[in-house]
């Protein structure tokens, strides 16, 4: 029985020395065993030199509406939102108040013209009479300021016959300008005044071209104003990331530092032809001025750690880790300023499972 105890021991001794000899020979194997990953060759490239900011559309022109006489309100000639040519007719004001104004000065510059014919006649009548010592100079004197009294109070008549015909075409409210039409703010039969809130009639907003305003920090200003290249490209990318058609240009910078921001004021023209961008429509801004030699790397191969930005490159056959300094957006893709340099292989894929020093077999993807 002994016997038969000792033998099933040792052949039980024995088995487990061979599960921990495959198991040794298993690890040997799996730490010799390169990691397969995508992998691509960096080079040099022409990069857009491009700064990005959050932009709001705005008019190229807004113009408020307003009543410039007091009347009722008659007729309203055009539709909400509608789109109208300069001079287009908008609104019209009760013109028969204006109308009689108008006629009333006619008739007092009339009288007063008349009596400048007559005040003239009389100053010739004594003027002749005080040659001859007829009448006293006096006389004369006193006919001459009547007559020069009489020609003022007839240009006094026409200013006023010039501001009935000017209150008279007020009654008329055309578009000053082309654009889109707002909402009416006052209704057919309402009095509407200058001088009050009712003289607000509506708005017009020229939205092409359009106008886009955005701002630059201090660091992206200086850049911009120390490019060679002075006229700079205004890209705008849509809330669907599209980017929309044709691409605007600066036509105002700033002459001062916000001091609550530490921003200074941007504002980009674009043409608007489709009217497919709105007056307060917020959008994406790039600015490009020229291009720079870089790298660029998909942003899949770049991680972060707590000293920044890095990514993985394959050196003779093993894995290490290599600490960048990124740029802009290009694309989906880093562009890279420091860090790498040309011929480089940046490893793409299986980034979680690398290691420094790590052996990987690379899949080149270019």
Not at 186 to 213: E, F, H, Y
Not at 226 to 250: N, T
Request: net charge positive; hydrophobic share 45%; aromatic share 4%.
């Amino acid at each position: 029985m002994k016997t038969i105890l000792i033998l099933i021991a040792a052949a039980v001794v024995a088995g487990c020395s061979q599960g921990d000899a495959k198991q040794n020979d298993a690890k040997s194997d799996g730490k010799d065993a390169a990691l397969l990953v995508s992998a691509v060759d960096v080079a040099l490239r022409d990069v857009p030199v491009s700064l990005e900011a959050v932009g709001r559309a705005e008019g190229s022109r807004e113009v408020q509406v307003r009543a410039r006489v007091t009347g009722i309100l008659e007729r309203q000639t055009f539709n909400e939102g509608d789109t109208v040519k300069a001079g287009a007719p908008l609104f019209r004001i009760e013109r028969a108040p204006f109308e009689i104004e108008l006629a009333q000065a006619r008739g007092v510059l009339a009288q007063e013209q008349s009596r400048q014919g007559l005040a003239k006649q009389e100053l010739e009548r004594l003027k002749s009479l005080a040659d001859r010592r007829a009448i006293s100079q006096k006389e004369a004197d006193q006919a001459e300021a009547t007559a020069q009294q009489s020609v003022a109070l007839v240009h006094i008549a026409e200013a006023r016959v010039r501001q009935a015909e000017l209150n008279l075409s007020y009654t008329a409210v055309d578009a000053p300008i082309g654009g889109i039409t707002g909402r009416a703010m006052q209704s057919v039969g309402s009095l509407v005044a200058p001088n009050n809130d009712s003289a607000v009639l509506t708005t017009l907003i020229r939205a092409d071209p359009l106008w886009i305003r955005f701002a630059l920090s201090e660091a992206e200003f200086a850049r911009l104003r120390s490019g060679a290249i002075k006229v700079h490209e205004v890209r705008l990318e849509l809330a669907d990331g599209s980017v929309f058609q044709p691409i605007g240009k600066i036509n105002f910078s700033g002459s001062s530092v916000d001091p609550a921001t530490g921003t200074v004021q941007m504002r980009a023209e674009v043409a608007n032809p489709k009217l497919e961008l709105l007056p307060g429509q917020y959008l994406k801004v790039r600015v490009v001025s020229g291009t720079q030699r870089a790298i660029v790397v998909p942003q899949t191969a770049v991680a972060q750690n707590q000293a920044g930005r890095f990514v993985w490159v394959a050196a003779e056959g093993k894995a290490t880790q290599r600490q960048i300094r990124a740029g802009d957006w290009l694309s989906g893709d880093w562009v890279v300023l420091e860090g790498l340099k040309p011929g480089d292989t940046v490893i793409l894929d299986n980034l979680a499972r690398l290691r420094p020093g790590a052996p990987v077999q690379l899949k080149k993807n270019g």
